[in-house]
């Protein structure tokens, strides 16, 4: 026969030629696992059940979905003040235990205390603290909700009488009203991860301009989920404004302090994400009215600056102006033409008065006045009866016409300077004229003669 091997001394030295006896594993595992401290844990009883004075319990983890048994030995059971019930929050102080007979784990509960309304608002103040300090309540950060939303996006109960009130009161605001609607828990383990999938869900989507977050009224333990951390950070991330409409009036979940905006209620919120139409009807209204009444304060005060305007005289009679200024000109060009009817009068006066003197001083004025201008045939003018001997031919010029003359020589006993007659023959000056003497000025020539 074949000698048998020695038992592995470790589970890793175990092996199909070696293999642990059932019993080896079970006692090693429950050495090992009483070997645990006591541990207090914090979860939601979610079943109850007391047999033979013990109580059998199943905790529930209070963000997921996670539960354990948990025993509750008839000793300790009639030590608690008052029995659990199934719904309630509680914190166990447990120990893991290990039945060989038939491998079952179970935490057995040596102490079990309901967690009070004191301890949880406690908690909530503590970390409303935190949260606050970080600047997640900052009104800064809060966004101005649009005007009229192209579209809602509505988070909440599947059927519950929030979505009703939010999706009635909205429709009857503003008829032409959008929704896009996400449901999830609200209460329970499974709220927290399924509101902030659809919180970015809803957020991500483009037609989107506000996102609301209803739930109806509950105790502070059904409303714990909105005041959970994660979500909190969630909507404090979150790009699109959102509204917090959970419980009633009392409630004050984190979510509210976050939220952009805080609804009392869900009808509250209806209300304040849309306008109502027959309201706004009534503005446009009044402001058509008020914008015709400006317009026609305005027509009528530019009608009276108009009429204004055109009862002055320059409007009313505009040719008046130029009638004056007519005469003005006509009284000009009258004073103008006397005037240069005037300088011109003095001017002919200067001009005759000159033409005068300037007859008075001209040779032909002397002729005129019965003189004569005796030349030689040359031309030359004589000056002296030296000049014209016996026999000399001269040529008279007088004011009108010319003589030929034929000279007798000098009078006897003339005077340089005294006229004398002429003869009947023609050899002096003609009839009734006298000739000029050395000292009557003459002209040197025939030119200056004419001149």
Known sequence: MSQEREPAATAAQTDAENPWPL????????????????????????????????????????????????????????????????????????????????????????????VGLGDLLARLERLRRQLAEEGLFDPSRKRPLPFLPQRIGLITGANSDAEKDVLRNATLRWPAVAFEVRHAAVQGPRSVPEVIAALEELDAHPDVDVIVMARGGGALEDLLGFSDERLVRAVAAAHTPVVSAIGHEADRPLLDEVADLRASTPTDAAKRIVPEVEAELALVAEGRARLSRAVELLLERGAREVAQLRSRPVLAEPEGMITVRSEDVSRLVERSRLSLGHRLSRAGDEVSQLAARVRSLSPQSTLDRGYAVLQLGDGAVVRSAAEAPAGTALTARLAEGRLALLSDGEVPGSQPGAPSRADSSGTAAAAGSTLPTESTSAPSTESDVIA
Not at 27 to 51: C, D, F, M, Y
Not at 61 to 75: A, F, G, I, M, Q
Request: proline share 7%; net charge positive; hydrophobic share 40%.
């Open 23 to 114: 019993r080896r594993l079970a006692e090693n595992l429950k050495a090992h696992i009483e070997r645990a401290p006591a541990t207090w844990i914090e979860g939601q009883l979610i079943e109850v059940s007391v047999r033979n004075g013990h109580a059998f319990l199943t905790m529930r983890d209070l963000e997921v979905d996670n539960s354990l048994p948990l025993t509750l030995w008839s000793s300790v059971l009639r030590q608690l003040p008052e029995r659990p019930e199934v719904g309630s929050r509680v914190v166990a102080q447990v120990k893991p235990s290990f039945f060989l007979k038939t491998g079952r784990l179970s935490m057995n509960v040596s102490d079990l205390k309901p």
